[in-house]
Nanobody
Framework: QVQLVESGGGLVQAGGSLRLSCAAS??????????MGWFRQAPGKEREFVAA????????YYADSVKGRFTISRDNDKNTVYLQMNSLPPEDTAVYYC???????????????????WGQGTQVTVSS
């Protein structure tokens, strides 16, 4: 079993920045064998893909809506994945979730239902 705990959410003004963290833990858990992703869900909307990173951190992929503004990264020594969010508009307001999927290769996973583990989410609110 893998536990994921997000942190770093909060209230920020439009144009501001936030850095989300997702700490992973578990018995017999090797973080570097998991592809990681960030998703978000705004009120009244479906959960959507935001960004994903391969298990080594060498490959990343972003939704078009956040490309150029968000950066996903990971520290395999700290069992943590990050999401740096810059130039935030109010439309980025949502609950942000991190997700983990054990992978055999250094691949990117972008489909939500392929992920095995999910965090509880952290609220990001961008005020206008």
């Amino acid at each position: 079993q893998v536990q994921l705990v997000e942190s770093g959410g909060g209230l920020v003004q439009a144009g501001g920045s936030l850095r989300l963290s997702c700490a992973a833990s578990g018995r017999t858990f090797t973080f570097s064998t998991y592809g990681m992703g960030w998703f978000r869900q705004a009120p009244g909307k479906e959960r959507e893909f935001v960004a994903a990173i391969s298990r080594s951190g060498g490959n990343t992929y972003y939704a078009d809506s956040v490309k150029g503004r968000f950066t996903i990264s990971r520290d395999n020594d700290k069992n943590t994945v990050y999401l740096q969010m810059n130039s935030l508009p109010p439309e980025d307001t949502a609950v942000y979730y991190c997700a983990a999927k054990r992978v055999a290769w250094n691949i990117i996973v972008v489909v939500a239902n392929e992920y095995q583990y999910w965090g509880q989410g952290t609220q990001v609110t961008v005020s206008s």
